[in-house]
């Protein structure tokens, strides 16, 4: 384009008031009637588009034909029939996205058809006529603009027809027609209901504007959309229309520019095809010529650039727009939000790379608002804000750790917990504490016994009868109740490192300092009785012939279906309903998640653990008793006061373990009430029609749930579903549309999968598959078995290597088959890492990519005592 010639259009907006059409009956009026408040009329294009000619935008002339016209066009025809006979037996349940027979026999394909053959009535039909006719006549681009689309979270890029290089009244008549009936193909179908809109809600409007004979065109995305970083656009182009480039059908040109349009990076496109307007209407294709020479100028991308940032700026969001330049001016033909963007990536500090692991660990599913604003603000955050405080430190708020979009959590921020004035005197209020209050006489301390019976009677507690603001206050006592743990912890917390640093200290007194982690591991805790409890099950499990096949044979569901409809299946069914009593309270994904189930809620998943745990029994090492036995046989230890002192250290070094483990167990039994009483008010809600499933109250905060009141008979108030539903599915939406991307991305902390590191010895280790912390000594050989979450529990075979992308104490038992562990995330104080010193097979953490490098029956040598995975071939011996 030559620089004389560029420049770029901009619409005059219409002098005067625009509030666009009075009813949704108005069948057709100019873009610059429209704005963005005026979705339900113009369709999600549409009124972006109406809101770009408004502001002053390079849009190209024309007109909106309303879903006001989409409504007559069914209320004066046998199309309307016709759909909703095809409605009453709901379309969107059809399997795979397909469409069922209507009432009438009228199935997805034909009613498109009748779209297509029904003749338009004759006040439409001279209203698009008498429209396009005002904007001049000539080749048009007719563009479908649902009401349901170009929305955050929910594009429906491609769902709908458009027609390019529309020729006549006639044709563009048809082209309306033909737009209309694609509100109703599979795909558009099945996406709907994907992002869970009611098809009895959705209605279409049609946008019509003069065509441009672009010679380039393409997409202009106003923060990166692989990344997220908000500093860069990207630019994809090519010759000819946009189709080719929002289709697919060709490799773009690939510009990434800074903020300002300068251009950061040059990929050449394919050009394998160029789409372009056809002389009698229409479009044609014909061979691309290659060039490795950029399409567009400088200028021309500094001038993209400006118009991204206006829209950006002026709609509040990170834009997606389609472009296209024409005679020396750049045209916009669409603009919305991005969807599936990342967030923008944090900087992290020293402090944030170092706390981040165990914070990964907690976060691996988002959580949704109910997560954040409820259990995790109230109850297991407040712990943490308890805790810091206690030593004068405070801790960043929720609204910092877990900043949202929309409602929705986006990333994790790790903390930086910030000292007061207060904690320089922290020294002494922590020795005094670690002399008063001893680990291994927490449980019989009062405040446990207090913790307790509050559990057991909101355990007891029946919410049917009760109003909705009662069962709100019954959460908040559970939140209350988690108050028992945080004073405990305060208390006895700061007498762990005081007998830790005693024992370690004798120990290199005796010259066995490398025994220290496995002594501290082999503490008896409530997950390691636990574990043996899983074991017996197993034992049991063995002993029943027909149980026995089960577990070789059937998935963890079947086997549920099996335990509790068999009769012959009682041993086993009575032991395991004994064992969920004892243990159901346990979180199957993170605590600090009151969405995830416990146990009790997920008994397939304590069976998973059971089949992983069933048939042949590699052999374990017992890494602490090992070690106890081994300093127990240390010549100076002959001398009796010094063995008591030293075994003294070590049990209480053990029992400081023991409680940070315990009291974690203990904190979860506040999590069973708190998700009874969620499941009451989703039930209530969904009653209301406000949700579909009780299960969608995550997407409300707790807050929201408080505003609630509900009429004297207990019934929730009609207008309640117009106030929140909207709220649900935006929220829903916006989840949806972030899956696939990681709160937190480890290549942040750990570069990816690193190919090689310095050994110990200093030796370059060859050959490297992925490396990380090396957290549990020793060698294993084995086929790797990837399990991403607990419902891939009973996967797991004996004498498989484990890779995961973290664990939690419910990942435990499987511990005891595993040759050895390797972990996306985490540090040697991980609970990995301390579970594999515990059961003495060797672990790899923070190798950032394990689960998507490795994959299922790939032979490894796991080494954790240099921290990398090779090749089982590569095996190389210390």
């Known amino acids: 384009m030559d620089d004389s010639q560029r420049h770029t259009e901009v619409s005059t907006p219409p002098s005067g008031p625009r509030d666009g059409p009075k009813t949704a009956q108005q069948a057709t009026a100019p873009l610059a009637d429209f704005g963005v408040g005026d979705v339900a009329i113009a369709g999600g294009k549409g009124a972006a588009l109406g809101e770009l000619v408004r502001q002053g935008f390079p849009v190209p002339p024309g007109f ?28 969107d349940e059809a399997p795979d996205g397909g469409a069922p027979d209507g009432g009438d026999g009228t199935g997805g394909a034909a009613l498109r058809a009748l779209f297509a053959a029904t003749e338009m009535p004759g006040r439409l039909r001279q209203e698009i006529l008498d429209a396009y006719e005002r904007l001049g006549g000539g080749a048009v681009a007719v563009r479908s603009s649902a009401t349901a689309e170009d929305l955050p979270g929910a594009a429906f890029a491609g769902q709908q027809d458009t027609y390019l290089s529309v020729l006549g009244g006639d044709g563009v008549v048809q082209a309306v027609a033909n737009c209309w009936a694609s509100l109703w193909t599979d795909r558009a179908m099945a996406y709907r209901r994907r992002q869970g809109i009611d098809p009895h809600e959705v209605a279409i409007a049609v946008v019509v504007q003069k065509m441009v004979p672009a010679a380039m065109a393409g997409v202009l995305f106003t923060a990166n959309p692989v990344t997220g970083e908000r500093r860069e656009m990207v630019v994809d182009a090519s010759p000819g229309l946009g189709e080719a480039v929002v289709s697919g059908r060709v490799t773009p040109e690939h510009y990434l520019l800074d903020g300002s349009g300068k251009g950061l990076s040059f990929t050449p496109g394919g050009r394998e095809v160029v789409i372009s307007a056809a002389e009698g209407g229409g479009t044609r294709e014909s061979s691309g010529k290659q060039s490795t020479k950029p399409g567009l100028a400088a200028e021309e991308l500094a001038e993209l650039a400006m118009l991204g940032n206006k829209a950006q700026q002026h709609f509040g969001r990170p834009q997606d727009i389609e472009w296209a330049a024409a005679g020396g001016t750049l045209y916009v033909l669409q603009s919305r939000p991005m969807t599936a963007l990342p967030p923008q990536p944090p900087v992290l500090n020293a402090v944030q790379r170092r706390v981040a692991p165990f914070f990964i660990e907690m976060f691996q599913e988002r959580p949704y608002p109910l997560d954040v604003s409820g259990w995790m ?44 004035i207060r904690t320089l005197a922290a020294p002494v209020s922590l020795l005094r504490r670690s002399r008063r209050f001893k680990a291994a006489d927490w449980t019989r301390d009062p405040r446990f016994s207090l913790f307790i019976d509050n559990i057991e009677r909101l355990n007891g507690k029946d919410l049917g009868p009760l109003r909705w603001s009662a069962v709100v206050a019954f959460a908040g006592e559970c939140f209350a109740a988690m108050q028992g743990i945080t004073d405990l ?329 595993a040759a050895a562990v390797v972990v996306d995330a985490g540090g040697l104080g991980s609970h990995a890492a301390i579970v594999a010193r515990e059961y003495g097979i060797p672990a790899v953490m923070g190798t950032g990519s394990g689960t998507s490098a490795l994959a299922d029956g790939q032979q490894v040598l796991v080494d954790g005592t240099r921290g990398v995975v090779l090749p089982a071939a590569s095996a190389e011996r210390p």
């Open 64 to 91: 909106i034909i309303t879903t006001g016209a989409y409504s007559s066009f069914l209320a004066e025809t046998n199309v309307g029939a016709a759909l909703s006979g095809f409605l009453s037996v709901g379309p």
């Open 377 to 420: 603000k109230r109850g297991i955050l407040a712990m943490l804000h308890g805790m810091a405080g206690s030593v004068g430190v405070i801790f960043p708020a929720v609204e910092e750790l877990l900043p949202e979009e929309d409602g929705v959590v986006v990333q994790l921020i790790p903390p930086v917990p910030r000292p007061t």
């Open 489 to 817: 912890r305060v208390s006895y917390l700061p007498g762990i490192p005081v007998p830790v640093l005693k024992m370690r200290s004798m120990l290199l007194f005796l010259g066995k300092t490398k025994l220290a982690p496995a002594l501290i591991a082999g503490a008896e805790t409530r997950t390691s009785q636990a574990n043996r409890a899983l074991e017996r099950l197993a034992s049991i499990a063995a002993d029943d012939p027909g149980l026995s096949r089960a577990l070789r044979d059937s998935g963890p569901r079947e086997l549920l279906e099996l335990v509790e409809n068999e009769p012959e299946h009682r041993a086993f069914r009575e032991a395991f309903t004994a064992f969920q009593l004892e243990y159901g309270h346990r979180e199957t994904t993170s605590v600090v998640l009151s969405s995830s189930p416990t146990w009790s809620d997920a008994p397939e998943v304590v069976l998973g653990l059971v089949k992983a745990l069933s048939g042949e029994r590699p052999q374990t090492v017992d890494q602490g008793g090992i070690a106890l036995a081994e300093l127990k046989r240390h010549p100076a230890l002959r001398f009796e006061p010094l063995r008591r002192r030293v075994l003294a250290a070590v049990e209480s070094a053990q029992a400081g373990m023991a409680f940070r483990e315990d009291s974690h167990f203990y904190a979860t039994k506040a999590i069973p009430p708190i998700r009874r009483a969620y499941r009451e008010l989703g039930r209530r809600l969904a009653m209301a029609g406000v949700i579909d499933e009780s299960d969608e109250i995550y997407h409300l905060r707790f807050e929201e749930l408080e505003s609630i009141t509900d009429n004297d008979d207990g019934a929730l108030p009609a207008s309640l579903r117009d106030r929140l539903r909207p709220l649900v599915l935006a929220r829903a939406a916006k989840r949806r549309e972030l899956e696939g991307i990681p709160l937190l991305d480890l290549a942040l902390l750990f570069g990816g999968s690193r190919p090689s590191r310095p050994s110990r010895r200093g030796r370059q280790v060859e050959g490297v598959l992925l490396s990380g912390t090396a957290a549990s000594r020793g060698q294993a050989t084995g086929p790797v078995r990837v399990i991403r979450g607990p419902a891939e529990f009973g996967q797991l075979r004996s004498g498989e290597v484990l890779v995961c992308p973290y664990t939690n104490p419910a990942w435990t038992p499987l511990f005891q088959r």
